[in-house]
């Protein structure tokens, strides 16, 4: 079954390709041959297509699908990867015999380029000598670009020893923290100066999440293929993987996890995870892979102060080549405090309205526009007993009953719920909401807080009652 794992890769290694040929004078025997389309992956092959068992058999010939899998190989690191090719007839592109004829007859009749002067050859080699951007990360996750207050000063520098020292400074490197707050965009930043600036050419550089780690996990035991997984993963010099927590239950995976652990750690790999609280919180992860994982450097992530949040909006602007009057900006800043995600949301929003309706965003403007924004994603000032009273209100209990030990379905369903809510709507840790609940244990906190956001998942009617005390809550106190 299809992940999609390597779509992206192999559409950026055709684009590099054509950049080549187009370089290189070649640009109608890119057109004429490379029209390959991706079709679908598994953990180590690649299905694209073709158009007719003519072009593929000329491909073959020219060593045109070879030039696309080494393409491939060398961006990925990955060199177990083959490529399936099939045949697939598309009613835009039916390539008749009478096209086929055409397409030999334009190879036959192709005129000889000229040679290339000096000053394009120059431009040539400045362009050869251009590092392109590693596929698996994203451009826009730099040092530069990442806004340094005093909440993520220290994780910020930690990057960037790691990310000049790989696999020396602190390895592993664990950043964590709540969901927006910059983790991924560390990692990356990681990855991409050690891209930039290393003068192996042939680096292996694998980030991706913990859920694709698990999917390929999964599809490697349904496939028999657990050998080619391993190679894959323990053949890296850096691996990025995201959202550990994803793992947390998912025992053969974490065993996995670790087996790759030890394997990068014995070659010197520099390994960088990210995870949404502190790993001791997490009752469910194999102790030996928490043990390695402690093993290095853990920095955290706290929400931006009012002053990073005005500079994060301010330097999202310059990306975005627009202004927006202070009034506005510390109005967006004053009201979202604790997701980065959703401050660059906000002001994206207004980026967008300015630019739809043409006119200048004033502060009764931004108001409007962030209206609905703001009701749906702020919960800075909701407080533990807020919800606490929301539930007991609704089930007619006492605030009492529910910080009480009383284990009756009366009292228990309520609390666990209220705790699920209280973790959900605001910045509070396990061990500070185990405090409001008559002084819980975080553990017993945080199973409450799982087992009612599994039957969220799975339970529409929770789901929707759910929702509904959010809506209560933010309610009350207006």
């Not at 950049?19 to 057109?31: A, P, Q, V």
């Not at 959900?424 to 840790?429: A, D, K, N, S």
């Not at 906190?445 to 933010?474: L, T």
Request: hydrophobic content about 35%; aromatic content about 10%.
């Amino acid at each position: 079954m299809s992940e999609n794992l390597y779509k992206e890769v192999f559409e950026y290694a055709l684009n590099e390709i054509h950049k080549e040929y187009r370089n290189n004078g070649k640009e109608n025997d890119f057109t004429l041959w490379f029209n390959m389309v991706y079709e679908s992956d598994t953990i180590n092959e690649i299905t694209i297509s073709v158009a007719s068992d003519f072009i593929k058999f000329q491909n073959e010939k020219k060593g045109n699908f070879d030039i696309v899998l080494e393409k491939i190989k060398k961006l990925t690191g990955q060199n177990q990867i083959t490529l399936k090719i099939i045949t697939k007839e598309k009613e835009v592109q039916d390539v008749s015999r009478e096209n086929e004829q055409m397409l030999v007859s334009v190879e036959k009749e192709k005129p000889e380029i000229s040679e290339k002067t000096n000053a394009e050859r120059a431009e040539e080699e400045e362009i050869k000598s251009k590092k392109v951007k590693h596929p698996l990360l994203s451009e826009k996750y730099t040092f530069d670009n990442f806004v340094v207050g005093e909440d993520c000063k220290f994780a910020y520098k930690a990057s960037i020893e790691v990310a000049k020292n790989p696999g020396h400074y602190k390895n592993p490197f664990l950043l964590y923290g709540g969901s927006g707050l910059g983790k991924t965009h560390l990692m990356q930043a990681i990855g991409n100066y050690i891209y930039e600036n290393t003068e192996n050419e042939k680096i292996k550089i694998c980030y991706m999440t913990a859920e694709t780690f698990f999917n390929e996990f999964t599809s490697s035991l349904n496939g028999k293929k657990a050998d080619e997984f391993h190679k894959k993963f323990r053949n890296n010099d850096v691996f990025l993987l995201d959202d550990i927590h994803w793992l947390n239950g998912k025992v053969g995976a974490q065993e996995q996890l670790f087996c790759v652990f030890e394997a990068l750690h014995q070659k010197n790999a520099q390994m960088v995870f990210t995870i949404d609280r502190p790993i001791k919180e997490w009752t469910e992860m194999n102790e030996r892979l928490v043990s390695r994982l402690n093993s290095g450097l853990s920095v955290d992530l706290n929400p931006p102060d009012f002053d990073t949040r005005i500079a994060i909006l301010q330097k999202k602007m310059e990306l975005f080549d627009k202004k927006i009057s202070n009034e506005v900006t510390e109005y967006i800043a004053k009201n979202i405090e604790s997701n980065v995600r959703e401050l660059e949301g906000a002001l994206n929003r207004i980026v967008e309205y300015a630019d739809l309706m043409d006119e200048e965003v004033t502060i009764n403007v931004a108001k409007e526009v962030l209206k609905d924004f703001l009701s749906t994603s702020s919960n800075e000032h909701i407080s533990i007993e807020t919800i606490q009273k929301v539930i007991c209100e609704n089930y007619q209990i006492s605030l009492q009953d529910i910080k009480g030990k009383n284990k009756g379905k009366k009292f228990v369903v309520p609390r666990m719920i209220a705790v699920y809510l209280s973790k959900e709507m605001t910045e509070y840790t396990f061990s500070e909401i185990g405090n409001e609940f008559g002084g819980r244990d975080h553990t017993t906190i945080m199973h409450a807080h799982d087992k009612i956001g599994d039957q969220v998942k799975f339970d529409p009617s929770m789901s929707a009652k759910i929702e509904a005390f959010k809506r209560e809550i933010k309610d009350y106190k207006k």
